[in-house]
């Protein structure tokens, strides 16, 4: 009835890797950024604990596409983030963003553990719109070089895509690999929601 768990190391430190955002402290999803240029964009998503998961998260759900769609997620992703960065540069923060960061963990769980039953379209118009959250919110507070804040912010966003596809591609041979994987992420996006 349950396919095996994967049994290889790696795949086992993948895992448990994953797993780490349900035990990991709780803490604001976007803290603020107290330094600026291309070093702090590119140190942003692998600091924070909503980013890092969120990336990796794309990355996975590319790995739920075929071949020929897995790089529409992390592009969509990427060019929302742009998007909402300059949007967030225009409006400054926006109430509630929080919320929707961590929800945004939620949903993107939602979509690993559901990728079989939902459309490629769905699923994009989802990551499309968190990814504008995101971007919202890194846009907003920050400050001085922000050309090359983003520059740093975009190129470490698209290496955790890469990262969450080649994992994904390596464990989702293994349904319940997905599903401990989307569980992790959704567990890490009900503790940031609680926090």
Same mark, same amino acid.
């Given at each position: 009835?349950?396919?095996?768990?994967?049994?290889?190391?790696?795949?086992?430190?993948?895992?448990?890797?994953?797993?780490?955002?349900?035990?990991?402290?709780?803490?604001l999803a976007h803290p603020g950024h107290l330094e600026s240029g291309f070093s702090a964009g590119?140190? !942003?998503?692998?600091?924070?604990?909503? !980013?890092?998961?969120?990336?990796?998260?794309?990355?996975?759900?590319?790995?739920?596409?075929?071949?020929?769609?897995?790089?529409?997620?992390?592009?969509?992703?990427?060019?929302?983030?742009?998007?909402?960065?300059?949007?967030?540069?225009?409006?400054?923060?926006?109430?509630?963003?929080?919320?929707? &960061? /961590?929800? =945004?963990?939620?949903?993107? =769980? /939602?979509?690993?553990?559901?990728?079989?039953?939902?459309?490629?379209?769905?699923?994009?118009?989802? &990551?499309?719109?968190?990814?504008?959250?995101?971007?919202?919110? !890194?846009?907003?507070?920050?400050?001085?070089?922000?050309?090359?804040?983003?520059?740093?912010?975009?190129?470490?966003?698209?290496?955790? !895509?890469?990262?969450?596809?080649?994992?994904?591609? =390596?464990?989702?041979?293994?349904?319940?690999?997905?599903?401990?994987?989307?569980?992790?992420?959704?567990?890490?996006?009900?503790?940031?929601?609680?926090?």
């Amino acid at each position: 009835m349950f396919e095996r768990l994967p049994t290889s190391p790696r795949a086992a430190a993948t895992a448990g890797a994953l797993a780490l955002g349900l035990v990991a402290s709780p803490a604001l999803a976007h803290p603020g950024h107290l330094e600026s240029g291309f070093s702090a964009g590119l140190a !942003h998503p692998f600091l924070g604990l909503d !980013h890092l998961l969120a990336m990796l998260a794309v990355g996975l759900w590319a790995a739920t596409r075929k071949p020929s769609e897995a790089w529409q997620a992390p592009a969509v992703f990427m060019g929302c983030l742009t998007l909402g960065g300059v949007l967030g540069l225009l409006t400054g923060p926006i109430a509630m963003v929080e919320p929707l &960061i /961590a929800g =945004s963990l939620l949903v993107f =769980s /939602a979509l690993l553990l559901a990728a079989p039953l939902v459309s490629n379209r769905v699923g994009l118009a989802m &990551i499309g719109l968190f990814a504008l959250v995101h971007g919202q919110a !890194h846009g907003a507070e920050t400050t001085g070089a922000v050309a090359t804040f983003f520059a740093g912010f975009l190129i470490a966003s698209g290496v955790l !895509h890469a990262l969450g596809w080649k994992m994904g591609s =390596s464990l989702f041979a293994s349904a319940p690999a997905r599903w401990i994987a989307g569980l992790g992420i959704g567990g890490a996006g009900l503790a940031l929601a609680l926090s």
